[in-house]
């Protein structure tokens, strides 16, 4: 079995919806009287900061493979927990919001279809509308966003 | 009904799954054979990268409410999108470290209740255990992490 | 004196040039052999970290007012303590990749004089060319990038 | 010559002081009356938003080498321009911030020198107090902060 068969087969192993993820998070938030504290900046500032605690992790790594397999098993937890914080604090952030981020997720995905067809996409790491030409930016993208 | 009430109230209309998210993710990504340029901190960078095109639409903004009420409908729905970015990043980040994003997050609630008991976090800022103490690192967190 | 004029007149005290903090950052690195784990993409990776650390100081706080009025001396010195770390992180990865950034930052200050002509700009959040229209992508900038 | 040599060859080319950067930005904010925007916190989501751009640029490349030699001449300019927007917000916030950033790099230097004695983290990635537990939270530094 290859690499690309492997990855194809990792799935998450639970049915956790972002909705009954949001909502435990409130009411651990409503238990505390910490709503006072999370005007949607305040939120976004906290979620800059746990990306940082997770991009901390990955520094000074070198190359790391797909699966982690060099890691050990508490810093295996210690990703699983960043990740974690990052989630809780984006899920947060989109209620203060009142942003409806499940359905904002699909909506995006119809975007990035039409955005990197597959015909065009295959293979390249540029957006397809900008392959040929000099990129203003020099922006490349291949996460279809 | 006032703020707290109302905040109460606000849900996201849908039951998608994080598992539901990862594999259309991972099939868009399949179909474009674009796994060769994710190995995890690739991913990772890309994440930090739509963390700040997040922070741009908050910027000079000054004080922004809950619910965004000062924000156009186009703000909100760009709001929505780049959360979306975020959320397939983190999402794909987990798939691509196979770390098992839902069950972690269950994990970290359970860490968060040990850290941060009620009784002891009702209303406050900081950390219940060094609240009396000057924190030699100077955090506050009140979003349980 | 208002409150724009005493902004006037906050300046920095010494005149360390970016070269000298280069220099000694690198002679630092260079006696404990830290070279090798220094390559481009793992000092971004820990820029990221510090950026994070920084904005963990500013999170929950609400309104903060130019001059830190309402922080106490240890968190402006740990404010001070994080903007260091963002800086040598930054003068880290430009060397690591070779970059001359006080040019580079000059020239950067010529493209932003030509994007935002006072006459355009003045007192404005949007970017000269765009305020009329729509933008597609929602971005405001007032920092001239 | 081998790498480490090369390395310590590199040298900025001018003697730009922060002091002198942070002046050049206050007068081309104060043109545009652009103060008005800047409180600390606004400023900050603005780096947050250079940190990303500069991301981006090194997302989706593997491992990127000491020099940038795979860049196109395009991409180094792309790299320059985007660090020089990352210093800009950092001299603009710290001056917003009335932090004295030059004078606390070199005291920041000194606690580095403390926490980082030579014959302790030489060649060691872990931080010297901490080397042989394991630490609580993962971290590792190597670039003395």
């Not at 910490?34 to 997770?54: I, K, S």
């Not at 000074?60 to 960043?82: A, D, I, T, Y």
């Amino acid at each position: 079995m290859n690499n690309k068969e492997n990855e194809t087969g990792y799935k998450f192993s639970s049915d956790q919806t972002l909705e009954k993820i949001r909502e435990i998070q409130a009411v651990f938030c409503r238990e505390r009287d910490w709503d006072q504290f999370h005007p949607p900046r305040d939120v976004l500032f906290d979620m800059v900061g746990e990306v940082g605690e997770l991009a901390e992790i990955f520094r000074f790594k070198g190359h790391v493979e797909v699966g982690l397999p060099e890691f050990s098993k508490e810093e295996r937890v210690h990703v699983g927990q960043e990740m974690s914080d990052v989630l809780l604090s984006l899920v947060r952030l989109a209620e203060r919001c009142h942003i409806d981020l499940p359905t904002a997720v699909l909506q995006k995905f119809e975007l990035n279809r039409e955005k990197y067809p597959v015909h065009r996409a295959y293979g390249k790491i540029n957006k397809p509308s900008t392959e040929n030409t000099a990129e203003k930016d020099g922006k490349t993208d291949t996460t279809g966003k």
